[in-house]
């Protein structure tokens, strides 16, 4: 609940499930939320009609803690990758994967620091964990003999340091207020762009985080990346490549509140962003391990049923990952509180805006009826139930959904689960430019990324009807056209939304056509359809859980998806091309 109005304390209330029913499961009463659903759920058997029943399995068990929010390159990553397989596996979908496996490794490297690295103020030397440590990254610029400066609090862009009094200095910065500062993500998004010229940024984060985590920061695989852009050229994405023609970048390193203090020579409270410090020095003992295992896409294919097409493919493509977990626990209730309430004040009007530091400020969390029915529940996993263990779950269970088809469609599906789409699309990159079909062999792909939610408090325009629809009429009218007809025969049509195919929209929906993997297909003719429900409140955040699901509405859009597809796979004709890409 918030504190500025009654009835939006009410339905927060509500939502975190404190009073809106229960079941019995074991014995013991389960509460669900407002929604309809538990904060655990018990898994069973699924079918081959696409259900509410067999998503809720699914996703709960895929979204779950036990896969650590499934950062690309973690182990958690590797365990979801394990379940999509064996369940291709068990409904006898075909490998499509490299040496008759459903995996297609990709060529990666793990990029740490080794606790040889050192950092100095003035000739006094920090230790490496209990003061600082670096975050695993590309080499980064050297540190030697570098001006030390305060720059501020990240997100706060006002009052921060300009670009040129951070331009080759290691600059200490406070980390960002609750939800991204004023600006959200945004803002942060130009912190760092503002800092992209100093030799390093040194940001005041470890304080609460045990030794053994800060330990682990550069153990765990968490730094697996593409070892170069250009291995996937022209698979690479323009970022890619002009982050490498620009060098290496400034170096990411964390710090205690007392490591900042001993960096400036001064206490943090009350200084002032400019106030300088004496000079720095390191030495980054920077390490890259081939690392393949961790870093693979999951493909199948579903043989269609005529002879004269069975060799061309609709792909279907979702991505496995997301962003993984905290080392800093949060009070789960009181961030999905806050979370609503930003996103409450950024909808006010009836469109989005970036939230001003006013706005923010006036946002009051009461805890308190939450209390009294149950404890605080520290949280760091940043489960990406919607993004995109919807997409990903949903392509199962089109694939359970075809393979009991008595006749298969025509032409053959090809089911690719594109990893590393978070560390920027580079499942996808890697999967056009190795295809394990014949790239022109496919005729069209789908894409699904987060298609579980779309609420009116999701998103301005939201609802039951909700789904958006990018890219279908970019390279074939014929293909937009299809969405569109299929759309219209089902029992309750969606209201498509298609405001979000340009490059310009919202805050923080810039070029969305541009940010999933569908971009990598399109980029060779492919015609490609991407459908999602919008960036909510929870969206990358330790509160993208299954239990926020809208699960009616997710189940319908998978249907429907299912029907285009096979739709699709079922024309005599592939969809023309109107233009290239």
């Known amino acids: 609940m918030t504190s500025t109005h009654s009835s939006r304390r009410a339905r927060s209330v509500a939502l ?18 407002q929604f309809g659903n538990p904060l655990r759920h018990s898994p069973a058997p699924t079918a081959p009609e696409i259900s509410v029943a067999d998503l809720k399995t699914r996703l709960y068990l895929f979204a779950d803690d036990s896969m650590q929010g499934r950062q690309y390159g973690r182990l958690g990553n590797m365990k979801g990758t394990e379940y999509i397989a064996r369940e291709l596996q068990r409904l006898g979908v075909e490998p499509a994967g490299e040496n008759g496996t459903y995996f297609q490794e990709m060529p990666v490297v793990q990029r740490r620091f080794a606790a040889t690295s050192a950092l100095s103020a003035d000739g006094r030397a920090l230790r490496w964990v209990d003061d600082w440590i670096a975050t695993p990254g590309p080499k980064p610029r050297d540190i030697n003999g570098v001006a030390i400066v305060f720059g501020g ?30 600006g959200g993500f945004g803002a942060i998004a130009a912190t760092n762009q503002r800092l992209a010229g100093a030799a390093g940024v040194a940001t005041v984060n470890l304080d609460g985080v045990t030794r053994t985590a800060r330990a682990f920061v550069n153990d765990d695989p968490s730094g697996v990346l593409v070892a170069s852009a250009s291995e996937l050229s022209p698979g ?14 400034p170096a990411q390193l964390r710090l205690t509140r007392a490591g900042a203090e001993a960096l400036l020579g001064a206490g943090l409270d009350g200084l002032r962003p400019g106030a300088s410090g004496p000079t720095a020095s390191a030495h980054l003992d920077h390490i890259e391990t081939p690392v393949r295992k961790y870093a693979r896409n999951v493909v199948g294919i579903i043989r269609g049923s005529d002879p004269k097409l069975a060799g ?4 279907l493509g979702a991505h496995p990952d997301h962003v993984g977990y905290t080392r800093s626990p949060a009070d789960h209730d009181s961030l999905k509180l806050y979370n609503d309430a930003r996103l409450a004040v950024q909808m006010k009007g009836g469109d989005l805006h970036a939230a001003t530091a ?9 805890l308190d009826s939450v209390r009294k029915l149950r404890p605080p529940r520290p949280d760091s996993i940043r489960n990406g139930a919607d993004d995109d263990g919807s997409g990903s779950m949903a392509l199962l269970e089109i694939a359970e959904a075809v393979s009991a088809m008595k006749v298969k469609p025509r032409r053959s599906l090809l089911f690719a ?18 295809p394990t079909v014949p790239r022109d062999s496919i005729v069209a792909q789908i894409n699904i990324d987060m298609i579980g939610r779309g609420r009116k408090d999701d998103l301005p325009g939201g609802g039951d009807d909700y789904l958006a629809v990018v890219g279908s009429n970019r390279l074939s009218s014929e293909l937009g056209r299809e969405v569109v007809a299929v759309n219209l025969r089902q029992p309750a049509p969606f209201r498509l939304d298609y405001r979000f195919d340009t490059t310009t929209a919202w ?51 998978t249907q429907y998806i299912a029907d285009l597809v096979v739709d699709l796979a079922n024309r005599e004709r592939r969809p023309a091309l109107d233009r290239r890409p």
């Not at 990240?154 to 609750?178: C, E, H, Q, R, Y």
């Not at 061309?312 to 792909?315: D, H, I, L, N, S």
């Not at 689960?417 to 999967?431: D, Q, R």
Request: glycine share 12%; charged share 15%; proline share 6%.
């Open 16 to 33: 975190l499930g404190v009073a809106a029913g229960a079941a019995a499961c074991a014995g013991a009463p389960v509460v669900l939320n």
């Open 153 to 182: 609090t990240t997100g706060d862009t006002a009052n921060m340091i300009s670009a040129a009094d951070a331009a080759g200095k290691l600059v200490v910065m406070l980390p960002p207020a609750a939800g991204g500062g004023a």
């Open 236 to 249: 690479a994405t323009e970022a890619q490549l002009a982050a490498e023609r620009a060098g290496p970048p």
């Open 312 to 315: 061309t493919y609709v792909a």
């Open 358 to 366: 006013e706005e923010l400020a006036a946002i009051r969390i009461n």
């Open 417 to 434: 689960w594109n990893n590393g789409e978070e560390a920027g699309l580079l499942g996808s990159a890697w999967y056009t430019m190795h």
């Open 507 to 557: 805050p923080g929906y810039n070029n969305i056509y541009g940010r999933s993997d569908h971009a990598n297909y399109a980029r060779f003719g492919i015609p490609i359809v991407f459908f999602f429900t919008g960036l909510h409140g929870d969206y990358h955040q330790l509160t993208d859980e299954p239990q926020y699901i809208d699960y009616p509405h997710y189940a319908r859009i």
